[in-house]
């Protein structure tokens, strides 16, 4: 590929990514908000005196979102894109109320008690829906909206160079070869994003908490990313038909797959939470109750 893509997280559970054309600067989400002063710093040492330009959020989930406010501060004109969805999320208290609160626990977690707490500043500069441009200097990127994790999921297609940068909606890549299913808000529209990805013309795909797959690895991830999605749905409805309780789908989920990388990338508190969302999703597509 012609564009440079650096992995400017703090610590591997950010989602942090600049790419760089050499004349033009995009940061693909931005990460935590305890991590957001230190992924800026990094934006800066790959950047020097040359300026940031965008900052493409794929979702308005706390560790996707929150570090823009800090990146912002270091660079004020940087224009935030996002889906619409995203920005409605980002207006209401309540929603900020959720992802301070995570995102305190995992700081906690990391041995960090205090710090500068700018979450209320989310803002988004221009809002997108499926199939906008994004005219960023020298690259044209499309918005792909890819809901399933969220409804807010968006991903960016840069046609010239084959490339998506990617939404957690398709799964998330444990290094190797599997893919934890990241349905939170619907099945079918997650198998549906999938396929809608999978039938793009790309040969590279950049991974939230992962990073840049190459030809080879895009289209086994793809292909992992639908059967997991399918195979983790069945055999949860099936524990839910033989009357599990939803404590141990969430188990059963946490046995399957928070382990190795993945354990590294997702704070246990955020897995619990949308392991129990997920059950409740299946619950409800199969009319049964967790």
């Known amino acids: 590929m012609n564009i440079k893509i650096t992995d400017v997280r703090a610590l591997k559970g950010d989602s942090a990514f600049l790419i760089d054309s050499g004349k033009t600067a995009v940061l693909y989400d931005s990460g935590f908000a305890?991590?957001?002063?230190?992924?800026?710093?990094?934006?800066?040492?790959?950047?020097?005196?040359?300026?940031?330009?965008?900052?493409?959020?794929?979702?308005?989930?706390?560790?996707?979102?929150?570090?823009?406010?800090?990146?912002?501060k270091l660079y004020p004109n940087a224009k935030v894109v996002a889906g619409e969805y995203a920005a409605k999320i980002f207006a209401k208290d309540s929603a900020k109320a959720v992802m301070r609160d995570l995102d305190r626990k995992f700081a906690k977690a990391n041995g960090i008690d205090s710090y500068e707490d700018l979450i209320d500043e989310l803002r988004v500069d221009i809002t997108v829906k499926d199939g906008d441009k994004i005219q960023a200097g020298d690259?044209?990127?499309?918005?792909?909206?890819?809901?399933?994790?969220?409804?807010?999921?968006?991903?960016y297609?840069?046609?010239?160079?084959?490339?998506?940068?990617?939404?957690?909606?398709?799964?998330?890549?444990?290094?190797?070869?599997?893919?934890?299913?990241?349905?939170?808000?619907?099945?079918?529209?997650t198998l549906d994003s999938i396929d809608k990805a999978t039938a793009l013309d790309i040969e590279h795909i950049l991974l939230p908490h992962y990073g840049l797959l190459d030809s080879v690895?895009?289209?086994?991830?793809?292909?992992?990313?639908?059967?997991?999605?399918?195979?983790?749905?069945?055999?949860?409805?099936?524990?839910?038909?033989a009357g599990k309780s939803k404590a141990e789908c969430i188990e059963f989920f946490k046995n399957k797959f928070y382990k190795g990388y993945i354990k590294t990338i997702y704070p246990i508190d955020a897995m619990l939470l949308n392991t129990g969302i997920t059950v409740d999703l299946?619950?409800?597509?199969?009319g049964t109750e967790a």
């Open 157 to 189: 297609y840069l046609e010239s160079e084959k490339f998506l940068l990617s939404s957690e909606t398709l799964g998330v890549f444990d290094g190797e070869s599997a893919v934890v299913p990241s349905y939170l808000v619907g099945v079918q529209m």
């Open 34 to 72: 305890f991590t957001g002063y230190k992924v800026a710093e990094n934006i800066k040492k790959e950047l020097g005196d040359r300026k940031l330009d965008y900052i493409f959020l794929t979702h308005s989930h706390y560790d996707h979102a929150l570090g823009s406010v800090y990146a912002l």
């Open 139 to 155: 690259m044209c990127f499309t918005a792909i909206n890819l809901p399933g994790h969220t409804r807010c999921s968006v991903g």
């Open 217 to 241: 690895q895009t289209k086994l991830y793809l292909a992992n990313a639908k059967q997991s999605a399918v195979e983790t749905f069945e055999e949860i409805a099936d524990m839910l038909r």
């Open 282 to 286: 299946i619950a409800k597509e199969i």
